[in-house]
């Protein structure tokens, strides 16, 4: 397992931005499939984005496609999701995750498909 850490979590006003990051330390992350999830108050958590070994295959939930961008560094172990045009329904606790044991190409999307969990950023948009 690596062990992630979330930042760059805040308060932002609608249609404002952020960047958050998730930085891994442990074991080398750089072939492990990576995302982002979110829990919003009372609701389960859901996949946000995902992306694979070397960032060329993405994934995007319908809600964040066109708002949000995942990216990674290998080189440096850390995946951003810079997140765009922020709305009030994007208000939640974002998470990232890493799967070791992937596939090169492939991007995992659900929760049990990870098994490790950084602790968590808040991200509040006001109206």
């Known amino acids: 397992q690596v062990q992630l850490v979330e930042s760059g979590g805040g308060l932002v006003q609608d249609g404002g931005s952020l960047r958050l990051s998730c930085a891994a330390s442990?074991?080398?992350?750089?072939?492990?499939?990576m995302g982002w999830f979110r829990q919003a108050p009372g609701k389960e958590r859901e996949i946000v984005a995902a992306?694979?070994?070397?960032?060329?295959?993405?994934y995007y939930a319908n809600s964040v496609k066109g708002r949000f961008t995942i990216s990674r560094d290998n080189a440096k172990n850390t995946v951003t999701l810079q997140m765009n045009s922020l709305k009030p329904e994007d208000t939640a606790v974002y998470y990232c995750?890493?799967?070791?044991?992937?596939?090169?190409?492939?991007?995992?999307?659900?929760?049990?498909?990870?098994?490790?969990w950084g602790q968590g950023t808040q991200v509040t948009v006001s109206s």
């Open positions: 995750a890493a799967r070791a044991r992937s596939f090169y190409y492939a991007v995992y999307i659900k929760e049990a498909d990870f098994d490790s």
């Open positions: 992306v694979n070994w070397d960032g060329g295959r993405t």
């Open positions: 442990g074991r080398t992350a750089s072939n492990y499939a």
